[in-house]
């Protein structure tokens, strides 16, 4: 217990736990009730001393008995001293553990001087009457109240009476002590109980008073701090709402001293009533009311909370309250609410502002009858720039993009920032589509002018989606809807393009959503199947091999292009399970042609993204039990374009499995060249737009004579897309390539097929 209250005694105000007052306050209210029974304990033990010294006179030594008698006036009058002395402190002072030892031992010593003499009377075995004796001891017990506030004090002292006279009655007395020994050890058991029951109650008194004097402290060393930090002030009111206190802060904020303000009415002192009146006449808690102080230069805001006084007899007598200046968290607020609307990089409005803006433009076409627009703006091949140069570079052409489009726009709308590269613009007055169309081209040109960053030349474009409110909607959410087709089927036609909304681009994407669902159930339903074109060697004219190609058959719109359902897959995530669908039924296919058979499966740009694509691939060639160089992926050079780094990782763990990587359509995509030397893959498809135009421009022979040159270099196998003729045929094997693809073998065929072919070999009088 003592060492919890040390613990309590250091620590601040506040942490003072409700069941204990600090330790150091306990035992100065423990010496103050010690000081209080100085006078009765000290008579009770000199009168008890005189009348034992008085009965046994005869029977004990005169000297001895007043030589014990002065020990004991003494005694008690250096302890009484002693807690009169310490005990003259304040309350809130905290005494140190030491005195309530040194009470201890005081209480103790006088206990065991007082029983020294009935005491010495048994063992030397003086016949002392032991009834008065017991009587006179029984009194001393009782006296122990003086003590009892602590425990330790008043065991010791109940001990040392009770077990002395005892000790005594057993030397001395003769038969028949024993039961009068008994009799002493319940009186003393009894009072000791009653002593520590007293001395709980006590303690709980002393923490009840010492906890709740701390927190009185604790709620004025708050009330000051609060007043004097100028946080906020107090105020308190009478029944006629008339001040009787105020903090000196709430005079400074009005220009006027303290004194001045009290007798005035809280409203007439505050300078205006805004309804401060009529919220205190009706007697009820109020909080954080709002005020408005001072003209326009020197306008204040403050806020005020009051709660009734309500006396014992339940009558009002008025209110006390806080009142806080809230002026800068009001402008701060303010500030964050604009911030809040704001695009960081480019100072624009956000999507939330261009939200807001729209709506109001909206309600304003509405009322005056002229309509509003919202373009949404695109900004073409920017995610290279970023990719290329990096995000410093990528968000100073940003900024520049926001100051042209502002520039142009001027005041006939508001350009904002909604996104990553898109930005939006909202035009008040669009009754002329053709000065919208203008301004949309002029944004589109402004913005394709290349821009010189750190001596760095960058060009992008943009693309614009157009639509009218309340024409094309009446609503924010449903105008922002066709502004955003607008933008898709602007991007679909190309860079640089502007697109006003059109009812059939919402059917366009009905439809979509529509294509998405049956996928959906197309999955699950074995609606899709593989077909299989044919790879010939150059060289022995023979099968090596099949590229697997995906066909939807839906049950009521019949074949669906992949042309059509791929982009949809991979718009809406379903590439991903689709493509392992793929994978899995290609390899069980290919695992019944021979074991030089290869099979070819394309690859999604979307599944190279994700780090699951290898696992995918280990786990269809463990389950068709196909070896992994009978594999070949394909993907496309646009996989370059977006997550490039993850997809050159994820190339190169598929290549550790040992399965072979395909660049297919080399040369009609983005310049991949870079990504050549990576070692990853091990093939390069032509193209067959190179094929066709083979046969007519000599300048597609030598491109496609430097892919040859370029593969070889390499190390890279070479195959022909869209050989369609005999002369096809013979032309690239001529210029070095080493495998063909194309009708003149086949069109795709299903799997059934495939086994009656392969191994196959086509004359050389069929193909020239």
Avoid at 520 to 541: E, H, K
Wanted: with cysteine.
């Amino acid at each position: 217990m003592v060492m919890r209250r040390d613990i309590d005694a250091r620590g601040p105000a506040h942490m003072i736990e409700e069941r204990h007052a600090p330790a150091g306050e306990v035992r100065t209210a423990q010496l103050n009730i010690l000081s209080r029974f100085t006078l009765y304990s000290g008579a009770t033990q000199a009168i008890c001393a005189v009348v034992f010294a008085i009965l046994e006179r005869q029977t004990l030594p005169l000297q001895l008995l007043l030589a014990w008698l002065a020990m004991i006036i003494a005694a008690t009058y250096f302890s009484a001293r002693w807690l009169n002395q310490t005990s003259m402190v304040r309350r809130s002072d905290q005494l140190p553990l030491r005195k309530i030892q040194i009470a201890i031992a005081d209480s103790t010593l006088r206990a065991c001087l007082w029983i020294s003499m009935p005491l010495y009377a048994g063992l030397t075995g003086a016949p002392i009457n032991y009834a008065y004796t017991g009587g006179l001891v029984a009194m001393m017990i009782v006296s122990g109240v003086s003590v009892a506030v602590i425990p330790t004090a008043v065991i010791l002292w109940v001990s040392a009476l009770a077990a002395g006279l005892a000790i005594a009655g057993f030397y001395g007395a003769q038969g028949g002590i024993l039961p009068g020994i008994a009799v002493l050890a319940a009186y003393s058991a009894a009072a000791l109980v009653g002593f520590i029951l007293l001395a709980r109650s006590w303690q709980g008194q002393i923490d009840r008073a010492g906890v709740l004097a701390a927190k009185r402290a604790d709620i004025r060393y708050l009330l000051q701090e609060y007043e004097d930090r100028g946080a906020g002030w107090l105020w308190q009111v009478d029944g006629q709402y008339q001040l009787t206190y105020v903090s000196p802060r709430m005079g400074e904020l009005l220009g006027t001293a303290t004194y001045q303000l009290l007798g005035k009415s809280l409203a007439g002192a505050l300078g205006t009533q805004a309804g401060i009146g009529e919220l205190l006449a009706k007697r009820e808690r109020f909080t954080k009311f709002e005020i408005e102080l001072g003209q326009t230069k020197n306008r204040r805001w403050i806020t005020l909370s009051g709660s009734p006084i309500i006396d014992e007899n339940g009558e009002f007598q008025g209110y006390r309250g806080v009142g806080l200046d809230i002026t800068d968290s009001k402008s701060s607020h303010a500030k964050l609410q604009h911030l809040a609307n704001l695009d960081v990089l480019t100072g624009l409005p956000n999507r939330s502002r261009v939200r807001t803006l729209l709506d109001t433009a909206l309600s304003d076409a509405k009322d005056r009858g002229i309509p509003c627009a919202i373009l949404f703006l695109d900004l073409d091949g920017f995610k290279p720039v970023n990719d290329t140069f990096g995000h410093p570079k990528g968000d100073a052409v940003l900024k520049t993009v926001a100051r042209r489009l502002t520039d142009i726009v001027g005041n006939r709308g508001t350009v904002g920032r909604i996104g990553g590269d898109e930005f939006a613009v909202v035009v008040d007055d669009a009754q002329s589509r053709v000065a919208v169309e203008a301004l949309s081209e002029k944004l589109i040109a402004a913005v394709s002018e290349p821009y010189m960053i750190d001596n760095v030349q960058i060009r992008i474009g943009l693309s614009v989606g157009c639509a009218y409110g309340p024409i094309d909607g009446d609503t924010v959410d449903d105008l922002v809807r066709k502004a955003d087709l607008a933008l898709y089927h602007a991007k679909s036609m190309g860079r640089a393009t502007f697109c006003n909304f059109d009812p059939q681009m919402q059917v366009a994407a009905e439809e979509r959503v529509r294509l998405e669902h049956d996928m959906r159930q197309a999955i699950n339903t074995d609606q899709f199947n593989l077909l299989y074109q044919p790879l010939v060697s150059s060289q022995t004219q023979r099968v090596t091999g099949f590229e697997a190609l995906l066909r939807w058959n839906h049950p009521t719109r019949g074949p669906i292009s992949p042309a059509v359902f791929i982009p949809i897959a991979e718009e809406s995530g379903l590439v991903e399970e689709l493509g392992n669908w793929v994978l899995h039924q290609a390899c069980q296919d290919a695992a019944t042609w021979p074991e030089d058979i290869t099979v070819a499966v394309n690859v999604s740009p979307i599944q190279l993204v994700g780090p699951a694509l290898p696992a995918t691939v280990s786990e269809a060639l463990r389950k068709s039990r196909m070896q992994p160089n009978r594999l070949e992926l394909e993907v496309t050079e646009s996989v370059f374009m977006s997550g490039a780094g993850n997809a050159v990782d994820v190339l190169k763990r598929l290549r550790g499995l040992g399965v072979g990587i395909a660049l297919d359509d080399f040369g009609t995509g983005y310049s991949s060249l870079g990504y050549l030397n990576k070692a990853v893959f091990h093939k390069l498809k032509i193209d067959g737009s190179f094929v066709r135009e083979a046969a007519t421009r000599e300048e597609t022979v030598s491109i496609i004579k430097a892919i040859v040159m370029l593969a070889n270099s390499f190390r890279l196998s070479i195959t022909a897309e869209g050989v369609e003729t005999a002369d096809d045929f013979n032309r690239m094997r001529d210029l070095g390539c080493h495998q063909i693809q194309g009708y003149l073998f086949g069109r795709p065929m299903p799997i059934e097929r495939t086994r009656e072919i392969v191994g196959s070999k086509w004359e050389h009088r069929l193909v020239g």
